[in-house]
């Protein structure tokens, strides 16, 4: 499975930016997908995550009420609609994707298949 994430940028506090994930290659190997950011000197945090078939979501409470995961299946795209942006978002974000066949458990801890991490910059 690939994930590819797309979509970081510079944007001002207060602003709004979409995030992209496209999978390919096995998809059939994951029914739930995250997003999972790295902020500077910072462990990395889990964000949100959805469940492909389903449509389940789950947010952590820092993004709660802003951020929106949602998905396109014939795209087998997955997007993070990030609102209301402050500093504190700033940070890599990465999709992820467990293994459907080696993890289970909603929402999902632990991830297989990763994206190569896209740069969210917000200015204050």
């Known amino acids: 499975v690939q994930l590819q994430a797309s979509g970081g940028g510079l944007v001002q506090a207060g602003g709004s930016l979409r995030l992209s994930c496209a999978a390919s290659?096995?998809?059939?190997?994951?029914?739930?997908l995250g997003w999972l950011r790295q902020a500077p000197g910072k462990e990395r945090e889990f964000v949100a995550a959805?469940?492909?078939?389903?449509?389940?979501?789950y947010y952590a409470d820092s993004v709660k009420g802003r951020f929106t995961i949602s998905r396109d299946n014939a795209k087998n795209t997955v997007y993070l609609q990030m609102n209301s942006l402050t500093p504190e978002d700033t940070a890599v974000y990465y999709c992820?994707?467990?293994?459907?066949?080696?993890?289970?458990?909603?929402?999902?801890?632990?991830?297989?298949?990763w994206g190569q991490g896209t740069l969210v910059t917000v200015s204050s």
């Open positions: 959805l469940s492909w078939s389903g449509g389940s979501t």
């Open positions: 992820a994707a467990p293994d459907r066949y080696t993890r289970s458990g909603w929402p999902p801890k632990s991830f297989d298949y």
């Open positions: 290659g096995r998809t059939s190997s994951v029914v739930n």
